[in-house]
């Protein structure tokens, strides 16, 4: 006999998947991602008697995910972030082999943006959920989850207009400058 | 922050669900893409955004349920003494 309802169980383990993509996005480590997701699922189970049924079991796996890594990233913050391209670690195949390069450049791009922004972006324009959700989510107003997306969506632009341009055009010491000019 | 720290979130999370109620009313108004689809910003470079954010958050997604979480999943489903303080535990 099952502790839990099935129903509920399968839905929680339906949303393992989006909850790792999820994790890989905030944290930049698959290691890191699985921990976060295995902890969510453990708090998720611990905690089910305060999800209420029929709402946004989603939603709600993906505040107590974000909440986690919130907490472990303050206690974190003074270390170097795990830049190994965790994405990049993760892909099994290339969407467009054509666009290799153009893909990597997006990865760092989107690595160089502020957590605020990166989740946002990560939620509304990946895990599919609307700005009112994801303003749950993250506890903040939807007025602001629109300004952090509008925000990530104009520097990623900016990032990769820069690489364009150097598609054919200045060396690469130059783009270097001139990405690091805008960061300033 | 309540919700990382201990058990004790439940009741923050229940306002949480219930916050996004009130918010959806604002959607109905407001433009989601007004400010980003502006006129500073290509269209194709946010195309390329979209698809390439898409890609990569897809490709860990394809990757299903590894087999670590569904024997996570399977121990804590599995009535045991010592499993009491849920208060469905004591079968053994």
Redo the contacts between chains.
Sequence with gaps: ????DPGL?DE??AA???L??FA??LSGSVDRA?DL??ET???A???I????PG??LP??LF??LR??????YRKRRREVPDSDGA?AA????N?DQNTHL??ED??MA?DKLPPDQREA??LV???GF????A??IC?C???TI??R??RA??R???L??IE?IGDFGPDKTTRAVVVAGERV | MSLGGSMSGKEKMNQEQSGGASASAESLTGEHMSEASGSTLGSDIQAKIGQHLRAMYDDVVRQGVPDRFLDLLAKLDQPKAGDGPDGEGGRS
């Excluded at chain 1, 008697?49 to 209420?52: A, D, K, L, P, V």
């Excluded at chain 1, 993760?90 to 195949?93: A, G, K, R």
């Excluded at chain 1, 609307?130 to 959700?133: A, G, I």
Aim: glycine share 6%; charged share 25%; hydrophobic share 40%.
């Design positions: 006999m099952s502790k839990f169980r929680i383990i393992i998947p989006n790792r993509a890989i996005s699985d997701v295995q699922l453990l708090r189970f611990g905690n008697s305060s999800f209420r709402t946004n939603a709600w505040t107590i909440n986690l890594f919130r907490s472990e994405f993760t892909l099994t195949t969407p153009d893909f997006f990865r989107l972006l990560v324009g990946a895990s609307s700005y009112e959700e303003a749950d506890q107003a939807v007025g629109k300004s997306v509008n969506r104009r990623l632009g900016e990769l207009a364009d």
